[in-house]
């Protein structure tokens, strides 16, 4: 990104953001430099961007000028071990150094609680090969999620499920303090799934080869879940289903395609170049 910085010599004068003309200005100035980023990314060896919705730079500059004090959404999705978590943990950390406040929230923690039917079946192993659809939307508390996420875009604080993470299958009302931060970015599947995806100001798919995607998955379930390798390549065919069925389908609705094989250096530096230009004012 040296070269596009090096190209930010000139300062402008910063506009009223309190008037619609100021918001206007900013729009303008920020769809000139999205392009900028977008043809950089192209000569890059391993771009970032994979695809664009070309609708998009239009739509976010007009819902800067239309609604300036909503907080900003991000939603990132992707199929399992794509690198969304990992993503959203480098905007989450670029934009904390650059002393900005940001919220980061998992879809996942507004799973149903399951704790009866694991308790029924024995296990939550066997719970899936019974052919319980874990991923399926209908296994999400998506009322909760969509109140959740509108408080938060009003500025309201709120208090969200949590999924115990320990194959227990329980889900704890209320227990998760979530502050309504300028930057919001949620990861998690259920982002796109229908009645939530157009919360979100900005949508982004991860993706990534389906080998490397493999290989993240069974190393993480061995090594840190303890589980052993074949019923790890047993749950990885379930989520590889899954993953065809609920969220491969959104790719083609995201503003943003993320390359998950790309450098997270690299972009890192798009999002402090992103906050340089937004910042490059005289006075």
């Known amino acids: 990104m040296e070269s596009l910085k090096e190209k930010e010599t000139e300062r402008i004068n910063k506009p009223d953001f309190n008037l619609k003309s100021g918001r206007e200005l900013l729009a303008f100035y920020l769809q000139t430099k999205f392009k900028q980023i977008i043809l950089y990314d192209n000569k890059q060896d391993i771009p970032i961007i994979n695809a664009i919705n070309p609708t998009f730079i239009n739509r976010f500059s007009k819902r800067i000028i239309a609604n300036p004090s909503r907080r900003m959404l991000i939603g990132v999705t992707g199929e399992s071990a794509s690198g969304k978590s990992t993503i959203c943990r480098e905007i989450k950390n670029v934009i904390e150094q650059l002393s900005m406040p940001v919220t980061v ?6 799973f149903n609680d399951i704790s009866e039917l694991i308790n029924k079946y024995g296990s ?3 719970l899936r090969d019974n052919g319980y659809d874990l991923d399926a ?18 500025g309201i604080d709120i208090k969200a499920p949590m999924y115990l993470p320990n ?9 998760l303090d979530v ?17 939530i995806k157009d919360i ?3 949508k982004i798919y991860v993706e990534t080869e389906n080998e490397l995607r493999k290989s993240r998955f069974i190393s993480r379930a061995v090594e840190e879940r303890n ?3 074949e019923n790890a390549l047993k749950h990885w065919q379930y989520i590889t289903d899954a993953g065809e069925k609920y969220v491969k389908p959104f790719r083609q ?8 094989n790309s450098d997270l250096k690299y972009f890192a530096h798009i999002l402090e170049y992103l906050y340089d230009i937004t910042n490059n004012y005289a006075i």
């Open 105 to 110: 929230l998992s879809t996942d923690n507004y």
């Open 200 to 202: 979100f100001d900005i």
């Open 124 to 126: 939550f192993d066997n």
């Open 253 to 260: 609705e995201a503003d943003l395609v993320l390359n998950g």
């Open 167 to 175: 194959g227990t299958g329980v889900s704890v009302p209320s227990a």
């Open 179 to 195: 502050s309504s931060q300028k930057i919001i970015v949620v990861e998690g599947i259920a982002t796109m799934y229908e009645d």
């Open 137 to 154: 939307p209908s296994n999400f508390k998506l009322d909760i999620l969509k109140s959740d996420l509108t408080d938060l875009a009003d």
């Open 227 to 229: 589980q052993d390798r």
